[in-house]
Nanobody
Framework: QVHLVESGGGSVQAGGSLRLSCAAS????????MAWFRQAPGKEREGVAA?????????ADSDSVKGRFTISRDNSKNTVWLQMTSLKPEDTAMYYC?????????????????WGQGTQVTVSS
């Protein structure tokens, strides 16, 4: 079993930055894919970014996060981060960390086996 704990959420003004962290514990062997998803009220959970064991990355297709968000990981610490800059009110959501031993893309949201409880990000205008 794998346990994921997110931290770093909070309330910021538009244009601000936040760095989310996700620490994995338990049977963390070969967590090939670690990813961030977000869910705004009344909307589906959507992929934000994924990072693989070789540190290659994949970001959401939309332009909503490209160039503003950066995903990174430290396998020795079993931790993944999401650096968010130039935050906008539309970034307001619960942000979830997800992980899986398989190599999964963001569209494979429902295939991720491990999920954290989420951390709230609120961006005010």
């Amino acid at each position: 079993q794998v346990h994921l704990v997110e931290s770093g959420g909070g309330s910021v003004q538009a244009g601000g930055s936040l760095r989310l962290s996700c620490a994995a514990s338990g049977d963390t062997y070969s967590l090939n894919t670690m990813a961030w998803f977000r869910q705004a009220p009344g909307k589906e959970r959507e992929g934000v970014a994924a990072i693989y064991n070789d540190s290659s990355t994949n970001y959401a297709d939309s332009d909503s996060v490209k160039g503003r968000f950066t995903i990174s990981r430290d396998n020795s610490k079993n931790t993944v981060w999401l650096q968010m800059t130039s935050l906008k009110p539309e970034d307001t959501a619960m942000y979830y960390c997800a992980a899986d031993r398989r190599i999964l893309g963001l569209p494979s949201r429902d295939m991720f086996n491990y999920w954290g409880q989420g951390t709230q990000v609120t961006v005010s205008s």
